[in-house]
């Protein structure tokens, strides 16, 4: 069975600040995305990779497959990035494995 | 502007009464999902349409039903919603094509289930 593990469950930085999610799971994939969902709001898919890093704006996902764990990292973090952060991956043909998610709040 | 319609965003039905999900896309993706979310939970994947094809989670009640008439629509029925049901009901899309794979998943906005 398919673990996904995020760490952590919750993160409150200051603006500006560097921030990093951790994923790990516990079988061979064949993508991971990472998703960011809204207080009561739908969710949003911000990057699907299978290998290597993507970056898109102030958002960077890595993903090393040896390892089994992919990062995300918001650089110049701000307010509106407060939301919460799934990392799911790919296991088997269109099913997606969720994790727990990780609760970012981000002060002014 | 293409993209991942859910209708009503929020529903109230009653104890035993049968409700319908709606999800639409102009997306023209060949899966479509349908994902329970519980409060403080991660999506549950419920089933999945890869084209006409129905695909049910092994653990999903047979309370939950699903249509897709067609590539644009899919139905979430629930034949006797429980208090236990009340929950976040997220829709969304993808493309696979047998040379590409699998695309990456476009959400809805959700419909909020709540069962008097």
């Known amino acids: 069975k398919n673990e996904v593990e995020q760490s952590p469950q919750n993160l409150t930085a200051q603006e500006g600040e560097f921030i990093t999610i951790n994923c790990s799971y516990s079988v061979g994939i064949s993508a991971l995305h990472w998703l960011q969902q809204h207080p009561g709001g739908g969710i949003v898919s911000l990057f699907m990779?299978?290998?290597g890093k993507k970056k898109h704006g102030r958002l960077i996902a890595t993903i090393n497959i040896q390892e089994k764990h992919s990062s995300l990292h918001i650089t110049a973090s701000h307010p509106r990035d407060s939301a919460v952060y799934i990392c799911?991956?790919?296991?088997?043909?269109?099913?997606?494995?969720f994790g727990q998610g990780t609760r970012l709040t981000i002060n002014p | 502007d293409a993209m991942v319609i859910q209708n009503p965003r929020y529903q109230v039905t009653q104890f035993g009464k049968p409700v319908t999900l709606s999800c639409s896309q102009t997306l023209n993706h060949n899966v479509m999902y349908w994902y329970q979310q519980k409060s403080s939970q991660a999506p549950k994947l419920l089933f999945h349409y890869y084209d006409k094809d129905f695909n049910n989670e092994a653990d999903t009640p047979d309370n939950f039903q699903s249509r897709r008439p067609n590539t644009s629509f899919c139905f979430l029925d629930i034949r006797s919603p429980g208090l236990g049901d009340a929950a976040m009901y997220l829709c969304a899309t993808s493309r696979h094509s047998t040379t590409g794979g699998l695309d990456t998943q476009y959400f809805g906005p959700g419909t909020r289930l709540t069962v008097l």
């Open positions: 990779l299978s290998s």
């Open positions: 799911a991956v790919r296991w088997g043909a269109q099913k997606l494995v």
